[in-house]
């Protein structure tokens, strides 16, 4: 029987989540073998070092990549993807795998896209076809023309990438793995650890018990030069509400300089004693602090995705997601402190809030592995139109 050798490359903490149960299920398959390599800001402590929770779950990894470069900003960015096509190139040079799977849209993404299609390795894409603001939007279609086999989160989705003239026995709905997780968690939803004492952090050791908010707020790249700006909008909402909130670390993008610095500011100068602060968290700890919540705020996609599963009250803060489907659970509003605080307070009292499965029902893992094993793959395609 010949086995397939399938190169998985994770480039951020939120990449690991969005891929944990495939990673599982290929390792598992008998028809399959995981490669498995970390780069980009995973491999970086300041981010969350998500490289320590990747081995903690018993993935060997076949290579680790660094090609972060200081900056951020769109320059370093551009700089950043240069330097992985060059790397990633020689990993996939000395792994010879069968094909090599790039996940959905950061901006790093597309230099897994290049290494891979240009030496003739068939690209597995997943969660391609869906809309959003940022350079994302860009990165995901472009690597949706250089990928060979589609595996998306939603039938919107895979409708997209038909009208871009993909060949439709290589486009799958298998829904988003991250689902898996949040499924697990919908099952078993009890916050069984100490958040502050288990994972540390920093900032006041506030009382959580009687319930919290959580914040993740990312940068735009397209407008990051107002990152700074904008974060601080969310911060003084925050603090003016006075909701023990625990707050997590922008990923690296450009304009996340911004974002980290005013966050430092704020807290320096305000030293808010209702803010707790993370780098980082198992991914299912994290969707057990969520499930928990009363509400998520900022913009980042799990509102949109493992929030719409769970049921949880979303306040989404400016473009960042722009257009992306989303469920009854999502409020959107703008950077301003009191159009934030209003919507925060909508969110917490809203009742009519229901689980959707838009992007999953739970066994997206097992699926993505089956298609792999089952599926001719191949590096050469054409427009179907």
């Known amino acids: 029987m010949s086995i397939k050798k399938i190169c998985v490359v994770v480039t951020a903490r939120p990449s690991y989540s969005r891929i944990k149960t495939a990673l599982i299920a290929i390792k598992n398959h008998p028809k399959l073998e995981l490669q498995l390599v970390i780069a980009g800001s995973a491999l970086l402590g300041r981010y969350g070092n998500a490289v320590e929770f990747i081995e903690k779950d018993g993935f060997t990894i076949s290579e680790k990549v660094f090609m972060v470069l200081e900056g951020e900003n769109p320059t370093s960015m551009a700089k950043t993807t240069g330097l992985g096509v060059m790397e990633l190139a020689n990993v996939f040079y000395r792994l010879q795998p069968d094909a090599v799977v790039t996940i959905a849209d950061r901006f790093e993404t597309i230099a897994t896209s290049i290494a891979a299609s240009y030496q003739n ?160 968290m198992e991914p299912n700890d994290f969707l057990k602090l969520l499930v928990n919540s009363k509400c998520l705020i900022g913009n980042s996609s799990v509102g949109i995705r493992e929030c719409s599963y769970l049921g949880v009250p979303v306040v989404n803060i400016g473009t960042r997601q722009n257009r992306r489907e989303r469920a009854n659970n999502v409020l959107d509003t703008i950077y301003d402190k009191n159009e934030i605080i209003k919507s925060i307070k909508n969110r917490i009292i809203a009742n009519d809030i229901v689980s959707e499965n838009i992007y999953g029902d739970g066994a997206s893992g097992q699926r993505i592995a089956n298609i792999l094993a089952e599926t001719e793959l191949t590096f050469h395609k054409t427009i179907v139109y």
């Open 121 to 280: 390795i068939p690209l597995i894409h997943i969660q391609g076809g869906e809309v959003t603001g940022n350079i994302d939007e860009k990165v995901r279609h472009a690597n949706t023309k250089l990928a060979d086999l589609h595996l998306v989160a939603s039938e919107d989705a895979k409708q997209r990438v038909l009208k871009m003239g993909e060949n439709p026995e290589m486009v799958f709905n298998t829904g988003c793995p991250s689902i898996d997780l949040a499924d697990e968690i919908k099952n078993n939803p009890t916050l069984d650890f100490d958040p502050i004492q288990k994972y540390g952090g920093v900032g006041s050791n506030i009382e959580w018990e009687k319930g919290y908010i959580v914040v993740m707020q990312h940068p735009v790249t397209t407008e990051y030069e107002s990152a700074r700006k904008d974060v601080e909008e969310t911060l003084k909402a925050v603090h003016h509400l006075n909701i023990p909130t625990f707050w997590f670390w922008p990923n690296v993008d450009a304009g996340s300089d911004g974002t980290s610095g005013a966050i430092r500011s704020f807290r320096e100068n305000h030293k808010p004693q209702n803010i707790h602060f993370f780098k980082n």
